[in-house]
T-cell receptor, first 116, second 112 residues
Framework: NAGVMQNPRHLVRRRGQEARLRCSPMKGHSHVYWYRQLPEEGLKFMVY????????ESGMPKERFSAEFPKEGPSILRIQQVVRGDSAAYFC??????????????FGNGTRLTVT | RKEVEQDPGPFNVPEGATVAFNCTYSNSASQSFFWYRQDCRKEPKLLMSVYSSGNEDGRFTAQLNRASQYISLLIRDSKLSDSATYLCVVSALNTNAGKSTFGDGTTLTVKP
């Protein structure tokens, strides 16, 4: 039973380019969460999605960032026109239920984005 | 004030020592509590859930104090392999979904 799969592991983009980060949840999990971890800081919630729906995007920057979780395929976190401040580790997590109370998060290995 | 606050650390202890971390949370509606471990900024991994009555898993003991709104993690007989960053995680239900809030972590280094 494969865990949460994220790719790519490392992504280098020049300022102004687009970054696409992919996440396939664990088998049987339909709830996906994206977190960002800036250097020397803790994890910050960005967005919570179910299949074809954004449930909570209160942690997403208002501009340049978007996320989707289509009916088929992985969840995508898209960052347009990247800036140096976007350099961070982006972690995806999944759970079988939307209420975290009884279903702790399972994390992927993360994508390290470096903007040059 | 942050929603979840942890001891700033770092904690540097010798092998065999007992060490305790605290974590306070501000949202009194918080329902679920966890300790995660993160090694060298790899993915966080669940260490243990924290139950109201307190719970133990080998050398690790977690406790919850709802009245004072804090949780704690006690590690006995520290091993070199315990060196990591320990993240306190608190979850509450909002109107639409559950959402976890992570503390910034406490770094533990166990030395020979």
């Amino acid at each position: 039973n494969a865990g949460v799969m994220q790719n790519p592991r490392h992504l280098v983009r020049r300022r102004g380019q687009e970054a696409r980060l992919r996440c396939s949840p664990m088998k049987g999990h339909s709830h996906v969460y994206w977190y960002r971890q800036l250097p020397e800081e803790g994890l910050k919630f960005m967005v919570y999605l179910q299949k074809e729906n954004i449930i909570d995007e209160s942690g997403m920057p208002k501009e340049r960032f978007s996320a989707e979780f289509p009916k088929e395929g992985p969840s995508i976190l898209r960052i347009q026109q990247v800036v140096r401040g976007d350099s961070a580790a982006y972690f995806c997590a999944s759970s079988p239920k939307g209420t975290i109370a009884d279903s702790p998060l399972h994390f992927g290995n993360g994508t390290r984005l470096t903007v040059t | 004030r942050k929603e979840v606050e942890q001891d700033p650390g770092p904690f540097n202890v010798p092998e065999g020592a007992t060490v305790a971390f605290n974590c306070t949370y501000s949202n009194s509606a918080s329902q679920s509590f966890f300790w995660y471990r993160q090694d060298c900024r790899k993915e966080p991994k669940l260490l243990m859930s924290v139950y109201s009555s307190g719970n133990e898993d080998g050398r690790f003991t977690a406790q919850l104090n709802r009245a004072s709104q804090y949780i704690s993690l006690l590690i006995r007989d520290s091993k070199l392999s315990d060196s990591a960053t320990y993240l306190c995680v608190v979850s509450a239900l909002n109107t639409n979904a559950g959402k976890s809030t992570f503390g910034d972590g406490t770094t533990l280094t166990v030395k020979p």
